[in-house]
């Protein structure tokens, strides 16, 4: 069954210092594709980066970047010099490629930004 | 621009009535989905469904159902609410098509707050 595990809960950093999420994941799959959201007090859910399993290169997007580790079954965000914008739910999630469309999530890390 | 919209912000029921959530989404995605969101646990996925008229259980499906008659609406039934299903709704689509032959991103609607009473 495919897992996926977010041990940090919570998490402060001060404002344009660089914060690592962490997110590990358990799949049998050799294909696969690894998400991570973020969600404000607002509410809304927004994409923030995708990396695939046969992916060479980690991701990067603007100050996001993903850190793959496919040995270690691992997939931390990497957030550069943090803005107190950054603060919200970060939610890491994979799809199987076996599983057709189903994606599962973590359980979020609530990382908050102190000025 | 992107948009999935679900019918109400905040809903109050009482233990026992037939709850509907609708959510639209008008970007022609063929997949749509239903999660729960909890304090701790994250989205847990309830259904989804690929097609018109197809669905597929989740991790969590017992007490909810769901119907896809048209490509661009996907609803959630509770059939008698219960208050352990008092929680955050979230629907989301994605197409079937993305950076890889099989990677993309789901687009999520505001939310449902649904309280059970």
């Known amino acids: 069954a495919q897992k996926i595990t977010q041990t940090q809960p919570g998490m402060f950093v001060q404002e344009k210092e660089a914060v690592t999420l962490d997110c590990t994941y358990d799949t049998s799959d050799p294909s696969y594709g690894l998400f991570w959201y973020k969600q404000p007090s607002s509410g809304e859910m927004i994409f923030l980066i995708y990396?695939?399993?046969?992916?060479?290169q980690n991701a990067t997007e603007g100050r996001y970047s993903l850190n793959f580790q496919k040995a270690r079954k691992s997939a931390n965000l990497v957030i550069s010099a943090s803005q107190l914008g950054d603060s919200a739910m970060y939610f890491c999630?994979?799809?199987?490629?076996?599983?057709?469309?189903?994606?599962?999530f973590g359980s979020g890390t609530r990382l908050s930004i102190r000025p | 621009d992107v948009k999935v919209t679900q019918s109400s912000r905040y809903l109050v029921k009482r233990t026992g009535e037939k709850v509907f959530l609708e959510c639209v989404q008008d970007m022609d995605h063929e997949n749509m989905f239903w999660y729960r969101q909890d304090p701790g646990l994250g989205l847990r996925l309830i259904y989804f469904s690929y097609d018109v008229k197809m669905k597929e259980k989740g991790d969590i499906p017992e007490g909810y159902s769901v119907s896809r008659e048209k490509k661009e609406r996907f609803s959630l039934i509770l059939e008698s609410a219960s208050t352990n299903q008092t929680s955050m709704y979230l629907c989301?689509?994605?197409?079937?098509?993305?950076?890889?032959?099989?990677?993309?991103?789901?687009?999520f609607g505001p939310g449902t707050r649904l309280t059970v009473t």
């Open positions: 989301a689509s994605s197409s079937q098509f993305g950076p890889s032959e099989w990677g993309y991103e789901q687009y």
């Open positions: 999630a994979m799809r199987e490629y076996s599983s057709a469309s189903k994606i599962i």
């Open positions: 990396q695939g399993s046969y992916d060479q």
